[in-house]
């Protein structure tokens, strides 16, 4: 385990906002984890690649940074596959092991960034797949009891953009290490909007796994900004699902706002739409701004903090609340410690 004192995050979270850790603990061995003091969630935070996270503040105590790594096949039948993957480990770099491995089902999930132990915290998702579909379980370290637990899918409460780690249980657990269901056997996934297009464009009416997660990777390079280029964390807000009623009501005055049936009667209304309805696609306060390319996206054009993010997101809440009635919830965790 490697430790510094007053470390700076900038380059370790994808907005590059700046702020520094009391003290930078990477954690590349599970055992590691027996050394350290327990999680402190006033004061301390684990970060894998900070491509979900907005820094306002600085971190008065720990970063822990999830450097855990490792992959093996822990068993095959020659048509299913099961993985075991440590937390560490770059998301998009397994994904791309694992089709060079015939195995299929992440191809949709392509290019997302971040590492493997964050995959299960917002149940991660592109392209119609989310990671509920493959998960077989998790495990973590319990800060509060000092022992590893196992948690099986469904105790993940996976959710759109939720799960109990994230919304049930937050800051109790540190994840070392998931495990997936993959299959040889492929079975394309490709009603969400675009996909199929992008295939048949380059003639690929049978298309394999390598093509999907190649045409997912060119449609996200279309369509959202890359962080090495200019500092964001994808999505700023989580697009709203609300009761089918009220969908009704504002597809009424608003008929081209994009939505989509989700679970229990309730409707999945498009966040990006409303925010560029609103104007607001491309605007700038400094150098925090609402991207030009994508409406749903929050990026730094160079100096901003991660104050000055936050700023812009109010702007943006404030005015959709005015337009629609819906208070827009952020995706990334906002970590302001003195907030
Ligand atoms: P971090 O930002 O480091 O952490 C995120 C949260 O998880 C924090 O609360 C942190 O404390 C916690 N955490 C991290 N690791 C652990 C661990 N091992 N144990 C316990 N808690 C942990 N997301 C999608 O779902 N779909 C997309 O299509 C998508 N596209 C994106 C595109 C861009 C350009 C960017 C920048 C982001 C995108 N994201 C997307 C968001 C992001 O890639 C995912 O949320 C990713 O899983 C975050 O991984 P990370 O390692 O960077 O997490
Ligand atoms: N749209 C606009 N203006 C824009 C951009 C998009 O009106 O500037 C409209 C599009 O016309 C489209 C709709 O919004 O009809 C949806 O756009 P897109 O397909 O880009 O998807 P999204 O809802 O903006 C979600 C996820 C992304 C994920 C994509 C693809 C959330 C919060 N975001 O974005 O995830 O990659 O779908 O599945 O669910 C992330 O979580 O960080 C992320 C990037």
Redesign the pocket.
């Known amino acids: 385990m490697k430790v510094a004192e007053r470390a700076s995050l900038q380059a ?3 907005f590059s906002a700046p702020a520094t850790a009391g003290l930078l603990a990477t954690i590349e061995r599970e055992e590691d984890l027996l050394d350290l003091p327990t999680l402190d969630p006033g004061r301390d ?9 907005l820094l306002v503040g600085d971190v008065p105590g720990t970063v822990f940074l ?1 450097r ?1 790594m490792g992959r093996s096949v822990v068993a095959d039948d020659g048509r299913n596959a099961m993985l075991e993957v440590g ?2 480990e770059n ?1 998009h770099a397994l994904v791309q092991w694992t089709l060079n491995q015939r195995l299929c089902g992440l191809e949709n ?1 392509s ?17 119609g797949v ?2 509920s579909s493959v998960l077989d379980s998790v495990t ?2 319990d800060w509060q009891t000092r022992a590893w637990l196992c948690f099986s899918a469904e105790e993940c409460e996976l959710a759109y ?1 939720d799960s109990l ?2 919304s049930g249980a ?2 109790r ?4 290490s998931i495990r997936l269901r993959l299959s040889h056997e492929f079975q394309p996934r490709l009603d969400y909007a675009g996909l199929r297009e992008e295939l048949a464009a380059r003639c690929l009416a049978r298309p394999t796994a390598q093509d999907v997660s190649d045409a997912v990777i060119r449609l ?1 390079r279309r369509k ?4 090495a280029e200019i500092g ?4 700023f807000f989580k697009n709203p699902i609300v009761e089918a009623d009220l969908a009704a009501r504002l597809l009424a005055d608003h008929p081209g706002l994009p939505n989509w049936s989700a679970q229990d009667d309730t409707v999945k209304l498009s966040a990006a739409w409303m925010i560029e309805r609103c104007g607001l696609k491309g605007h700038r306060e400094g150098d925090a701004a609402v991207s030009e390319r994508h409406a749903l ?1 929050l990026v730094n054009h160079g100096t901003a903090t991660g104050a000055q993010i936050l700023l812009v997101a109010h702007t943006v809440q404030a005015a959709v609340s005015a337009e629609f009635g819906i208070l827009l919830e952020p ?3 906002i ?1 302001d410690f003195k907030g």
């Open positions: 370790l979270n994808s935070l684990v970060l894998g690649d900070g491509s979900n996270v999830n855990i937390a560490g998301w999930l290019l997302i960034p971040g590492s493997v132990g964050a995959a299960p915290i917002q149940n991660i998702g592109a392209y989310e990671l973590a370290w953009r780690f994230r937050p800051d657990y540190l994840i070392t996200r959202l900004p890359d962080p964001n964390a994808g999505s996206v995706e990334p965790r970590v």
